[in-house]
């Protein structure tokens, strides 16, 4: 089996070089890597909102949703902690180091992990967001195209960082965001060469959500006019503590997933049990703690 693999690919590595110069195969793959992100982020929310409806884990729990969101949580848990210990959280930070160390190169095994944990875990209704899945999903369907169209190493990382760009653009349906975002913080430069990819792979992905879930945007309601020039300055107050209470979040966070760690040792799957528990009990209080909060914020 493993010889048929490598002739598989050998055949294509020499029809490419024969046929097709890698220039024009990384641009259909950088269409192809658009489309498929679009196709796959959109099953994965079509997915999320199914299931939290018919649980009843996207509003105040019942008896039902703990039962269910528990099991849910509990199996993808185990994975993340058993099986697929490279699935654990955002995500982010594994791409970067990908493009970092490993030429861009990150496993089909765990891009198909990560689907499936992060669809169970936020079917659950736990306190977490989609931004970083979608990013890590989508950065590893243009790895694994490169690698599996034989592309050189530029070419392979350039094709992760089209990935990243087409995830978020196709979730959020917010182009030029999609763009900033890869090339700030996945890519860490603003004057990278795959821009113009990136920018073509975000189209394609916009349009792709849009074809399949129709035009919805986080902030469609907004209405804004600047009535007053002094308005700004509350702007700006608003930057300063949105920065302030960032790094309280993080520095907490990072305080207390490092003193949990100490506590519960190896028991990661009990940390994770445990703060469903939390949630779930706050849910009576506030429903809005469930989920990633764009429910709220469309409100």
């Avoid at 931004?131 to 243009?142: A, D, H, L, M, N």
Wanted: hydrophobic share 45%; glycine share 10%.
């Amino acid at each position: 089996m493993k010889k048929l693999h490598k002739i598989k690919f050998s055949l294509v590595g020499k029809f490419l070089k024969n046929e097709i110069t890698e220039d024009r195969t990384y641009f259909a793959l950088t269409i192809l890597t658009g489309l498929l992100a679009g196709i796959v982020t959109v099953s994965f929310e079509y997915l999320i909102h199914t299931i939290t409806d018919y649980i009843g884990t996207n509003k105040a729990f019942t008896p039902k949703a703990f039962l269910w969101g528990g099991v849910l949580i509990f199996i993808s848990g185990w994975l993340t902690t058993r099986k697929f210990p490279t699935t654990g959280g955002s995500g982010v930070p594994g791409v970067k180091l990908a493009l970092a160390v490993y030429h861009g190169n990150i496993p089909l095994k765990n891009t198909i992990a990560k689907y499936v944990t992060t669809v169970l875990s936020l079917s659950s209704g736990i306190s977490l967001g989609k931004e970083g899945p979608v990013v890590t999903i989508s950065s590893g369907i243009g790895s694994s195209l490169g690698r599996f169209f034989h592309l050189s190493k530029k070419r392979v990382k350039a094709l992760v960082a089209v990935g990243s760009a087409s995830g978020i653009a196709a979730a959020f349906n917010t182009t030029i965001s999609a763009v900033v975002f890869t090339m700030e913080e996945v890519v860490g430069d603003l004057n990278t060469k795959a821009m113009g990819s990136i920018i073509i792979s975000s189209v394609v992905a916009a349009v792709t959500g849009q074809i399949l879930m129709g035009d919805r945007f986080l902030f469609d309601k907004l209405n804004y006019k600047l009535n007053d020039p002094k308005e700004l300055l509350f702007y700006l107050l608003i930057g300063v503590v949105a920065a302030v209470v960032r790094q309280l979040w993080m520095k907490t966070t990072l305080f207390l997933r490092k003193t949990c760690r100490h506590v519960l040792k190896s028991h990661r799957l009990s940390l994770i049990m445990i703060s469903f528990l939390i949630v779930g009990g706050m849910s009576q209080i506030d429903p809005s703690v469930l989920g990633g909060g764009h429910s709220s914020l469309e409100m």
